[in-house]
């Protein structure tokens, strides 16, 4: 079973810095796909970013990138310029395929808190 | 844009009532999730559903049931509630695109005494 640990259960950022959260991950798949999640305090998850195994080139959206570092199994969030919105619960999941969505696996959360 | 609608967002029970929670979404997604919520241990999916009339089970089925009568709306039923599914519970949906994303509702929060 796929299992994603994220290390870090509280961070803080001061706003227009830059904060990297990290996610580890179990699988013995060779193709899979990574999510962060996020969840403001509205408690509605949001897709942030996600990156598919098969990609070596990590995925950026806008102030938030990835670092996949496959060998490790790693896969951690960077936010650059960090505002007061990015205050939220952020999720790092897994899953094998688009195809078995039913088997995404999430990490217990990182609570981040941008301060001004 | 409504997406995903969960109902009712908050209730508290009492040990051994029974009750339902509402999950519907306006997106024509094929697929549906319900998922919980627990501090320190992230979401777990309960049970989802691949299509209109198909459900199966997730990763903590028990004490809970699930009916997908109409594509857009996935039921999750407590029977006997215990103190032990107090929790927050959301629904998601997700269609049949290469992108692998869960819209998700608001989220239910669920408090049985």
């Known amino acids: 079973a796929q299992t994603v640990t994220q290390s870090q259960p509280e961070m803080s950022v001061q706003e227009a810095e830059t904060v990297t959260l990290s996610c580890t991950y179990d699988?013995?798949?060779?193709?899979?796909?990574l999510f962060w999640y996020k969840q403001p305090p509205s408690r509605q998850m949001i897709l942030v970013i996600r990156q598919e195994a098969y990609k070596q080139q990590n995925a950026t959206e806008n102030r938030f990138s990835v670092n996949f570092q496959k060998a490790a199994k790693s896969f951690s969030l960077k936010i650059s310029d960090s505002q007061l919105g990015d205050t939220a619960m952020y999720f790092c999941a897994f899953m094998k395929s688009y195809y078995n969505n039913n088997d995404m696996r999430f990490g217990a959360g990182t609570r981040l808190t941008v301060k001004p | 844009n409504a997406g995903v609608t969960q109902t009712p967002k908050f209730r508290v029970l009492k040990t051994g009532q029974s009750m339902t929670l509402l999950c519907a979404q306006d997106m024509n997604h094929e697929y549906m999730y319900w998922y919980r919520q627990d501090p320190g241990m992230g979401l777990r999916l309960i049970h989802y559903?691949?299509?209109?009339?198909?459900?199966a089970k997730g990763e903590v089925p028990d004490g809970y049931n699930v009916s997908r009568l109409k594509k857009q709306n996935f039921l999750l039923g407590l029977e006997s509630a215990a103190p032990s599914q107090t929790s927050v519970y959301f629904c998601?949906?997700?269609?049949?695109?290469?992108?692998?994303?869960?819209?998700f509702g608001e989220g239910s929060r669920l408090t049985v005494l």
């Open positions: 998601a949906s997700s269609g049949q695109t290469l992108t692998g994303e869960l819209f």
């Open positions: 699988t013995s798949e060779n193709n899979y796909y």
């Open positions: 559903s691949v299509g209109e009339g198909t459900t």
